[in-house]
């Protein structure tokens, strides 16, 4: 469950990098928008494959049969 409650914390970098993207709009910061959106683009498959690993895992381990798809 502690692999599970760490990829779930990331979601803290999705937080900051929206927090950043809105100063960028804000500000109307073209440059910084494109590259805020280019690392959330890049950053939110990795973080959504992380936490359903580490979910799948914690499920197997406390309910004891895999999760259906």
Excluded: H
């Excluded at 692999?3 to 929206?18: G, M």
């Excluded at 960028?24 to 440059?31: F, I």
């Excluded at 690392?39 to 973080?47: R, S």
């Excluded at 992380?50 to 895999?66: H, L, Q, Y």
Aim: charged content about 25%.
């Amino acid at each position: 469950m502690n692999d599970l409650e760490e990829a779930f914390s990331d979601i803290t970098t999705i937080d900051q990098l929206a927090t950043q993207l809105q100063e960028a709009v804000d500000t109307q910061d073209k440059n910084r928008m494109v590259d805020v959106c280019l690392a959330l683009n890049a950053f939110i498959p990795v973080y959504i494959q992380n936490w359903d690993s580490k979910f799948r895992t914690a499920w197997d381990e406390v309910i004891g049969k895999p999760v259906l798809d």
